[in-house]
């Protein structure tokens, strides 16, 4: 969805402020504390949007309950608090949200729109909430069911599309039910335990439904019994070279696959054994050992190069190239949506080719908060005397390149 669709006319507004609040208006007096996380439940469920009207939900910030305006400072900061709530992480898969400073009766107003999901449902915090009528509250399995089937024959992203070679069995149940599940939806939830097997995997998007078995693409990447077998570009090429051209001796290679938390682990097992410490003897019973590479650095590139990178139509792998003066990272796929060639890297500037993954990936632990990657690379790299790292972007990949620090430490010969 555009920018541009998320925007609502001076009339249409006055229009929703005057027929008070429904299941598709919010009002909020001023952005508390306990205000934002009732917000971010509304914008949860306008999200879902369970009714299927398809139209915008919107919250308001600076209304009482009668929709009368209360006089609030919609300043620079109440705006990026509001906007921050696509990145924060705490609902997902992020939603797509507009933050406007308006008015009504002449005094300023936060508007935020909100649009349907095209893959629900939704979650705030593991929890799906809803809202139809006067009703809001937490989704019932027939209402998860509801949201199941409409994603089934929405417009979905790759990440969610079924697999037809596969079956329900080439997924891994132990893992799903023992690691995937108690990190993603709330242990109350979890204890409720009235929803079967089948249902929790489409619920989780690992299925298509609880009817139609078939894997998604999600379920084989963070599940699959032999990943590779069906997602044919879900790997990683890991090269060591002994000097600073392609043409130079490998002295170390691996092709690694699996799920995605077996490569998470592999790779970065890998970064850790080639990120040998050097070490300066400062007195008789002292050594001061320093990494070569921050690798909290290297680990949010590759992360977020197996997070953005395109799955679609390509068996290329994500390619870790550990050279003696640089690291390079390439990931298959431009940039996606609102990042363009022009625009790759700026903060705040981002989007999601695999939204469903993004959110699994929080869910695990990989991704601290949306957005940030970048910004947290090159602090870590700052801090530890390397170069910013350079990214050259193009349709069809980002190369990410890492050098080794100014001062030389640590350089491989």
């Known amino acids: ?126 929890r799906i909430h809803i809202r139809i009528g006067p009703r809001r509250g937490i989704a019932t399995s027939q209402e998860e069911r509801v949201l199941n089937e409409r994603r089934r024959f929405a417009d979905r992203p790759f990440d969610v599309r079924s697999i037809s070679t596969a079956n329900i069995s080439d997924l891994n149940r132990r893992q799903f039910e023992e690691e995937y599940l108690p990190v ?4 109350d939830i979890l204890q409720a335990n009235d929803r079967s097997y089948s249902e929790r995997l489409a619920a989780a998007k690992m299925i298509v439904s609880s009817d139609d078995k078939q894997p998604t693409v999600l379920g084989l990447l963070i599940l699959g019994v032999g990943t590779r077998d069906f997602v044919a570009g879900s790997w990683v090429q890991f090269l060591r070279i002994s000097g600073t051209d392609r043409g130079d001796e490998i002295t170390d290679e691996a092709a690694i696959d699996g799920t995605l938390s077996e490569i998470v682990r592999q790779i970065e097992d890998k970064l850790r054994s080639h990120n040998r410490s050097s070490v300066d003897f400062t007195g008789a019973d002292l050594e001061h050992r320093s990494e070569i590479y921050p690798l909290a650095a290297l680990q949010q590139l590759v992360r977020n190069a197996l ?40 903060p705040g500037m981002v989007d999601y080719r695999n939204p469903n993954l993004a959110e699994a990936m929080k869910n695990m632990g990989y991704v601290q908060r949306f957005g940030a990657g970048i910004a947290t690379t090159q602090k870590l790299l700052k801090d530890h005397g390397h170069p910013e790292a350079s990214f050259l972007v193009s349709l069809t990949h980002v190369l990410a390149s890492v050098m080794v620090s100014r001062n030389g430490n640590g350089e491989q010969k």
């Open 307 to 346: 997070m953005h990178r395109t799955y679609e139509n390509t068996a290329a792998p994500v390619q870790v190239t550990w050279f003696n003066d640089r690291i390079e990272i390439q990931s298959p796929g431009g940039p996606y949506g609102l990042v363009t060639v022009d625009n790759f890297g700026t």
């Open 184 to 187: 993603a939806v709330a242990p």
């Open 1 to 126: 969805m555009k920018r541009d669709s998320l925007m609502i006319e001076d009339s249409a507004l006055a229009h929703l402020v005057a027929e008070g609040e429904s299941e598709r208006v919010e009002f909020k007096e001023r952005l508390s504390p306990d205000a934002m996380g009732r917000i971010e439940e509304a914008i949860c469920a306008f999200a879902n949007d369970l009714a299927g009207t398809e139209k915008l939900g919107v919250v308001i910030v600076g209304l009482n309950d009668n929709g009368q305006p209360v006089g609030i400072d919609v300043n620079d900061q109440l705006l990026l608090s509001l906007s921050d709530i696509r990145s924060s992480g705490n609902i997902l898969p992020p939603p797509m949200l507009l933050v406007q400073k308006r008015q009504i009766q002449n005094q300023d107003i936060a508007v935020v729109t909100v649009a349907p999901s095209d893959t629900p449902p939704v979650q705030y915090k593991g």
